[in-house]
């Protein structure tokens, strides 16, 4: 049985170099660098066992959030890239994204694996997320993995399509 749960919001406040999760806990940010294709940030993760920093890309034209977990000792996961499926708003120096919920864990070079269709179904159904959204959720994932097949599961081969080029402090 799925946890159904209302989608997670998150904000980053690019001008006072904050990010409040979903639980409304707010993180100071060491880097912020806004592009035209979206928002890096590069923080800290203190209080995570799985992980010690994480480095994200809020990507609004595609629909996606990319992070980077760099993993603790013992928590490491066969995996390069996670990517949330989101809508993304902004206002001002202050950006929103609202999780849809589905996930893609890249494995660079090598595949990936689409995660959560369980939790998008049971919120669709559930009425927490529009029948719209939903499908514009599916639409994403499905555009990210027939890209990165297409480019044989290299995220910088797939972006640089699109003239989107991602730095990254460790990759």
Same mark, same amino acid.
């Given at each position: 049985m799925t946890d159904i749960h209302p989608p997670k919001i998150e904000i980053f406040d690019v001008a006072a170099r904050t990010n409040t999760d979903p639980k409304g806990i707010v993180r100071e940010v060491e880097e912020y660098?806004?592009?035209? &294709?979206?928002l890096y940030l590069a923080r800290p993760a203190p209080g995570r066992a799985q992980f010690h920093y994480l480095e994200?890309? #809020? #990507?609004?034209? #595609?629909? *996606?959030? *990319?992070?980077? &977990?760099w993993f603790s000792q013992g928590h490491e996961r066969d995996q390069d890239f996670y990517l949330d499926v989101v809508s993304v708003e902004t206002s001002g120096t202050t950006w929103r994204s609202t999780d849809w919920y589905l996930d893609i864990v890249v494995r660079e070079g090598r595949g990936l694996d689409v995660l959560d269709t369980d939790e998008l179904i049971a919120a669709a159904s559930a009425g927490l997320i529009s029948g719209e959204d939903a499908e514009r959720a599916l639409e994403i994932t499905y555009g990210c993995v027939q890209g990165l097949a297409a480019h044989g599961y290299k995220m910088r081969d797939w972006l640089s399509t699109m003239d989107i080029e991602l730095t990254w402090r460790r990759h």
């Open positions: 660098r806004v592009e035209p &294709f979206g994200s890309w #809020l #990507l609004p034209g #595609l629909g *996606l959030r *990319l992070t980077d &977990f």
